[in-house]
């Protein structure tokens, strides 16, 4: 069997057809969040109905990271390479600092509770850009069953001031996001309210002005099947992002190119390895990699 679905002639020189996708974890429940930390050659991964991250390196395999969590989902990692992680649980954006000990990002906009923040990217100049759907707190799963207090929003916290304001409103469920590799475009997929089978789910694309505005908003891309959960882009721009049937790759027109094809239902994705070449899937209960001729531009 192939690995893979082609359908632009390009994308297949970005795969490798020699190069298997691999289960490289399993047994989890839920995974999603995958972070790469080059210095260290370790993955982060969240296992969130069991409340854990994960750490897994090509030697060693998989050991927990930290436990509980605080049903952590979506990481990242700032400028300074340190994780900037979402949790549910606590309700909280945080970030773990160099002697170990956490910081909170952002818990509350106008003294209202945050949902359950999923996922997170740090642009270049440190501001911290974050998803607050509902998921986390409609039920007992992957968090603690509360109230909503806040629309589902986009929010931004300001490098300078850690002050943290909405950059965007009109979406039922905002879920994975990322930057072009020049900045000067955001991606942020919306993947319906939870419960809601009829939901419309894409991406769309903002142009980000040179002060953080935000101007346009339109659907960039229908993900189908499936959603788009969780997404990176690489060194040209194309979208790597979760489907109902693996990994898809989009290019900067919004055009499908092609696909890897997942055994299981794909949350999200990561760029990591030796020339960050390396594309880590986190799905369902397992993760799995793949090498690609790309090359990832998120995390530092
Ligand atoms: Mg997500």
Same mark, same amino acid.
Not at 27 to 32: S, T
Not at 192 to 209: C, L, P, Q, Y
């Given at each position: 069997?192939?690995?893979?679905?082609?359908?632009?002639?390009?994308?297949? *020189?970005?795969v490798?057809?020699n190069?298997?996708?691999?289960?490289?974890?399993t047994?989890?429940?839920?995974?999603?969040g995958?972070?790469?930390?080059?210095?260290a /050659?370790?993955?982060?991964f969240s296992?969130?109905?069991?409340?854990?991250?994960?750490? $897994?390196?090509?030697?060693?395999?998989?050991?927990?990271?930290?436990?509980?969590?605080?049903?952590?989902?979506?990481?990242?990692?700032?400028?300074?390479?340190?994780?900037?992680?979402?949790?549910? /649980?606590?309700?909280?954006?945080?970030?773990?600092? $160099?002697?170990?000990?956490?910081? &909170?990002?952002?818990?509350?906009y106008?003294?209202?509770r945050?949902?359950?923040?999923?996922?997170?990217?740090?642009? *270049?100049?440190g501001?911290?850009?974050?998803?607050?759907?509902?998921?986390?707190?409609?039920?007992?799963y992957?968090?603690y069953?509360?109230?909503?207090?806040?629309?589902c929003?986009?929010?931004?916290?300001?490098?300078?001031?850690?002050?943290?304001?909405?950059?965007?409103?009109?979406?039922?469920?905002?879920?994975?996001?990322?930057?072009?590799?020049?900045?000067n475009?955001?991606?942020?997929?919306?993947?319906?309210?939870?419960?809601?089978?009829?939901?419309?789910?894409?991406?769309?694309?903002?142009?980000?002005?040179?002060d953080?505005?935000?101007?346009?908003?339109?659907?960039?891309?229908?993900?189908?099947?499936?959603?788009?959960?969780?997404?990176?882009?690489?060194?040209?721009?194309n979208?790597?992002?979760?489907?109902?049937?693996?990994?898809?790759?989009?290019?900067?027109?919004?055009?499908?190119?092609?696909?890897?094809?997942?055994?299981?239902?794909?949350?999200?994705v990561?760029?990591?390895?030796?020339?960050?070449?390396?594309?880590?899937i986190?799905?369902?209960?397992?993760?799995y990699?793949?090498?690609?001729?790309?090359?990832? &531009?998120?995390e530092?």
């Open positions: 069997m192939s690995f893979f679905e082609s359908y632009d002639p390009k994308f297949a *020189s970005f490798l057809g190069a298997p996708v691999k289960q490289i974890a047994g989890f429940d839920w995974v999603e995958p972070v790469w930390f080059g210095d /050659g370790v993955l982060l296992d969130i109905p069991n409340n854990r991250i994960m750490r $897994w390196t090509p030697g060693e395999g998989t050991t927990t990271y930290r436990e509980p969590s605080n049903y952590a989902n979506g990481h990242t990692r700032d400028r300074q390479g340190r994780l900037v992680s979402c949790e549910h /649980g606590g309700r909280r954006v945080t970030r773990t600092e $160099w002697d170990g000990s956490i910081t &909170v990002i952002a818990d509350s106008e003294g209202k945050l949902n359950s923040p999923n996922d997170v990217v740090v642009k *270049s100049d501001s911290i850009w974050f998803t607050d759907p509902h998921y986390g707190i409609m039920t007992n992957e968090g069953q509360a109230e909503q207090e806040l629309p929003q986009v929010y931004r916290v300001d490098p300078d001031n850690g002050s943290i304001e909405v950059v965007l409103t009109d979406f039922a469920c905002p879920n994975g996001l990322a930057f072009s590799p020049d900045e475009r955001l991606y942020v997929a919306d993947t319906g309210a939870m419960f809601d089978a009829d939901a419309e789910r894409h991406i769309r694309v903002f142009d980000v002005d040179g953080g505005g935000l101007r346009g908003g339109e659907v960039f891309h229908v993900v189908t099947p499936g959603a788009s959960d969780g997404f990176r882009s690489d060194s040209d721009g979208i790597w992002t979760s489907a109902g049937d693996g990994v898809h790759c989009v290019n900067p027109a919004g055009e499908l190119m092609g696909k890897i094809l997942v055994p299981e239902l794909v949350s999200n990561c760029f990591g390895g030796r020339a960050k070449h390396r594309l880590f986190t799905a369902t209960t397992s993760v990699s793949i090498v690609l001729n790309r090359r990832g &531009v998120q530092p």
